[in-house]
Nanobody
Framework: QVQLVESGGGLVQAGGSLRLSCAASGRTFSSSAMGWFRQAPGKEREFVATISARGGSTSYTDSVKGRFTISRDNAKSTVYLQMNSLKPEDTAVYAC?????????????????WGQGTQVTVSS
């Protein structure tokens, strides 16, 4: 089993920044690709970013490229999402996810463990 706990969400004005953290416990964190997904009210869950097990590769959805950065610290079993230049359309519940596999994945179905999520609200 893997437990994932997100933190760092909150209310921020447009143009501001937030840093989300996801602390993992259980299965070997360093062998798992990690992802961030988000879900806005009335919308389907959406892929945001993914990072490979060793952190050497990343991938982002187009709408966040150049504004968001995913990173990980395997010594601390934590993955981060630095979000800059936030926009009202970034408002959503953000959840991290862990995969059995080490490579990148943009598909929610390829993740095996999920956190509860943290609310991010961007005001205009």
């Amino acid at each position: 089993q893997v437990q994932l706990v997100e933190s760092g969400g909150g209310l921020v004005q447009a143009g501001g920044s937030l840093r989300l953290s996801c602390a993992a416990s259980g299965r070997t964190f360093s062998s798992s690709a990690m992802g961030w997904f988000r879900q806005a009210p009335g919308k389907e869950r959406e892929f945001v970013a993914t990072i490979s097990a060793r952190g050497g590769s990343t991938s982002y959805t187009d709408s966040v490229k150049g504004r968001f950065t995913i990173s990980r610290d395997n010594a601390k079993s934590t993955v981060y999402l630095q979000m800059n230049s936030l926009k009202p359309e970034d408002t959503a519940v953000y959840a991290c996810a862990a995969s059995y596999f080490s490579g990148l994945s943009r598909l929610s179905g390829q993740y095996n463990y999920w956190g509860q999520g943290t609310q991010v609200t961007v005001s205009s």
